[in-house]
């Protein structure tokens, strides 16, 4: 019989934790609901004790989010278990995970206690949780460096208490696979009550071998994938949701395994994570990369007109990549953009939608054929997560290899025109600091990035920009054919989040 696998995507938790990936609200919402669109089984939407952002997060995706369970990360403390229960006091299907370290090291050196004891936590806490809701996960922190016989102990113990998934994370990536696949077999074998919950996999990809990990755990009894979309997540990374679930569906001849996601959803997850969080997805990245389906060589592209599965083992319509080439262009009408608009996937407002057909338009003056690429950045660049406290009206530069750069910059705050004029370094120096001056404080930039949407000299340029306040970072992208202007736009969009959102994360 084909196995179920159940896919906890953990994106809003453990992606989020990684440096430079955090998300407001909004931004979060927005992921969910394409979470809940590509059919995952459990999204992780958040630690509701970490902070006060954390916790409303999880209270809205709670209560707009009704078809996957919504699952809440606690420690294995009593204030981190009211927090938990607390955020999810408005989920249809609701779980709440709580963890402690199981390895010699963590446990001697983080949680200075004996094994013991964490065995008592972990059974009190379970117990705990289970007086607020009935689906308990439970995680032994690092059991990828846990001693087997000590793991056997506490899972048999918190089944006992009521967990109904057991987590097996490997944290810090250090497992092969062949020893990952053997701890699973030996819990599998040696844990009591195990055939009655889930046993979950959660590898991290410090050596590359995430989703290797992932299917010797499926391979050899687990029941659940712990992944990320993109494999964003601490250090290298978490398991890649897109990959465990290709090789499932691609290998299910093997693996004998399906889950339910809806692979036709992936690569509109990947861009909207890619785009939310501004980091960028490797070109060569299994199944989302730019060239993950780019055939250069002259041998592999005849092999592919005489026959696709000479050198294609997934057909790219499987995961979303359109090969309905309507193209569209400046003869195109607002009928057919919003066809195309649908087409790819958005749902957007009619204000939205006006706005972005304005920008089409004018991309399509200047470019003959505008790409679906295109549209997906003017449509991340239009549809705000912020409130637009500053919105750019004009930017002018003057630079050159003669000139020192010149920027003069216009905004529109609270419906007045404002304007000013900036020397700098280089022409994105001069309107940084040209913008540093109308909004009245010098902002810390930490990152700058750019690149373009598709091809060619006359592609949309995109830039991502993250700027830090206090210990909070705040990502801003803006797109367009000028690259200064996009510039600016992104560095706006960074400043309206941290304005908007600064004092709730
Ligand atoms: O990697 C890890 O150990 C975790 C746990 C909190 C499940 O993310
Ligand atoms: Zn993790």
């Known amino acids: 019989m084909i196995k179920s696998i159940k896919i906890f995507d953990t994106t809003l938790r453990d ?48 209560r707009h989010i009704k078809t996957p369970v919504i699952c809440s990360l606690a420690r294995a403390r009593k204030e981190d278990i009211d ?20 390895s010699d090291i963590h446990i001697e050196h983080k949680l200075r206690t004996t094994p013991d004891k964490v065995i008592q936590m972990a059974v009190e806490s379970v117990k705990y949780a289970k007086s607020f809701v009935q689906d308990i996960q439970f995680s032994a922190e690092d059991a990828g460096r846990s001693n087997w016989d000590f793991l056997v102990k506490i899972l048999s113990e918190v089944i006992k208490a009521g967990a109904t998934t057991l987590n097996i994370p490997d944290t810090v990536g250090y497992m092969t696979t062949m020893e990952y696949g053997n701890l699973i077999k030996y819990l599998k074998e040696k844990v009591s009550g195990i055939d009655t919950v889930d046993l979950a996999v959660h590898c991290h990809n410090d050596l590359g071998l995430g989703t290797a990990n992932s299917l ?50 992936i690569m509109r997850t990947s861009r909207l994570v890619s785009n939310i969080t501004g980091s ?42 359109s090969q309905n080439n309507m193209v569209i262009g400046k003869h195109s009408g607002r009928h057919a953009f919003s ?3 649908k087409e790819l996937g958005f749902d957007l407002t009619v204000e939205e939608l006006n706005k972005a057909f304005k920008r089409f338009k004018q991309l399509a003056d200047k470019k003959k054929e505008v790409s679906d690429r295109d549209i997906e950045s003017i449509i991340a660049d239009e549809v705000y997560h912020a409130p637009e406290i500053y919105s750019l009206e004009y930017v002018q530069i003057v630079a050159g290899n003669t000139t020192r750069p010149t920027a003069c910059v216009q905004l529109i705050s609270e419906e007045k025109l404002i304007e000013a ?28 990035s750019i690149h373009s949407v598709t091809g060619g000299t006359d592609a949309l340029g995109e830039v991502t920009v993250r700027i830090r306040d206090e210990d909070k970072l705040f990502i801003g992208r803006g797109s367009s054919m000028d690259v200064l202007v996009a510039s600016a736009k992104a560095y706006l969009a960074a400043i309206n989040k941290m304005l908007s959102f600064g004092s709730s994360r």
């Open 83 to 102: 927090a938990a229960a607390a955020s999810l006091e408005q989920a249809e299907n609701k779980r709440i995970h709580t963890f402690i370290a199981t």
């Open 15 to 62: 992606g989020e934790q990684s440096p430079g990936c955090s998300m407001n609200k909004e931004e979060k919402l927005e992921v969910a609901y394409q979470l809940e669109n590509l059919g995952v089984d459990i999204i992780e939407a958040g630690f509701a004790i970490s902070s006060r952002g954390d916790f409303d997060s999880i209270d809205t995706i709670a």
């Open 216 to 265: 010797a755990g499926i391979y050899n009894g687990a029941t659940q994938i712990e992944c990320t979309v993109n494999g964003i997540g601490e250090r290298a990374g978490n398991t890649a949701l897109e990959e465990v679930v290709m090789a499932i569906e691609t290998r299910k001849d093997f693996l004998n395994s399906k889950t339910k996601i809806n692979t036709r959803e």
């Open 280 to 321: 960028f997805v490797q070109p060569n990245k299994s199944i989302v990369g730019a060239n993950a389906f780019a055939h250069e060589s002259g041998i592999h592209q005849d092999g592919i007109l005489k026959q696709k599965q000479t050198y294609e083992i997934i057909d790219p319509e499987a995961v979303g990549l």
């Open 339 to 341: 066809d195309k608009v």
């Open 421 to 448: 004029a900036e020397m700098g370094a280089g022409p994105v120096d001069a309107i940084y600091k040209t913008i540093d001056k109308l909004v009245g404080q010098e902002i810390d930039l930490v990152d700058f």
